[in-house]
């Protein structure tokens, strides 16, 4: 079935928590309830249905983190990433997304982040998942049909635009915990 995608920011997604106001003065203000929990962990809750899933997606997509993760910013559209998530359905309390396009990110990762925010906002959520469990593939194996080897292998991830991934990894350091662009002290991404 299509997705059922959430376009723009919700008038929502400028909320914030009673907590925040016992931030310090010192501290920019938060764009959203997204960045809002990555501070803090404390978000309000809501009751589970459709438009509250469309809005909380839309709250982690147009947050500080989804400037690094989805390609409908400019950053991250600049280097191939492409990445999209939606909301296929929910199903009691179950919620079915959809992942699209090519992350930085492993597609589990994001879809990992999705989960935990999701679950946070809207606590009976009972599982958070995919409908074909291939989505969550970094890679995609053509198979010849006729001998049933592996004739391809298609990488579903964005490019590497500057070997961070690949030195990470090579280091032992998790790629998904830093991400493509590196924050400077300013806060904006290089």
């Excluded at 925040?20 to 501290?27: D, I, P």
């Excluded at 997204?34 to 899933?53: N, T």
């Excluded at 991250?76 to 009691?92: D, F």
């Excluded at 599982?127 to 292998?153: A, K």
Aim: charged content about 25%; hydrophobic content about 35%; some cysteine.
């Amino acid at each position: 079935s299509e997705p059922i995608t959430g376009r723009g920011v919700s008038i929502f997604g400028c909320s914030s928590s009673s907590s925040s106001q016992f931030r310090s003065a010192l501290l920019p203000p938060l764009r959203n309830m997204y960045d809002d929990y990555r501070s803090d962990a404390v978000v309000d809750q809501i009751p589970l249905d459709e438009d509250a899933v469309l809005m909380c997606l839309d709250e982690l997509v147009y947050s500080d983190y989804g400037k690094q993760m989805f390609g409908v910013h400019d950053g991250p559209a600049s280097i191939g990433i492409t990445g999209e998530i939606g909301l296929v359905e929910v199903a009691g309390p179950e919620v079915y997304l959809q992942l699209s396009g090519k992350f930085w990110h492993t597609r589990s990762h994001v879809l990992g982040r999705a989960a935990m925010y999701l679950n946070a906002r809207m606590p009976e959520i009972m599982h958070v998942s995919v409908v074909d469990p291939d989505e969550l593939n970094d890679f995609e194996e053509v198979i010849d049909e006729d001998t049933g080897e592996v004739i391809e292998v298609i990488d579903r991830r964005s490019p590497d635009f500057n070997g961070d991934r690949e030195t990470m990894a090579y280091q032992g350091i998790d790629p998904d915990m830093r991400g493509p662009f590196v924050s400077t002290m300013g806060g904006d991404f290089k």
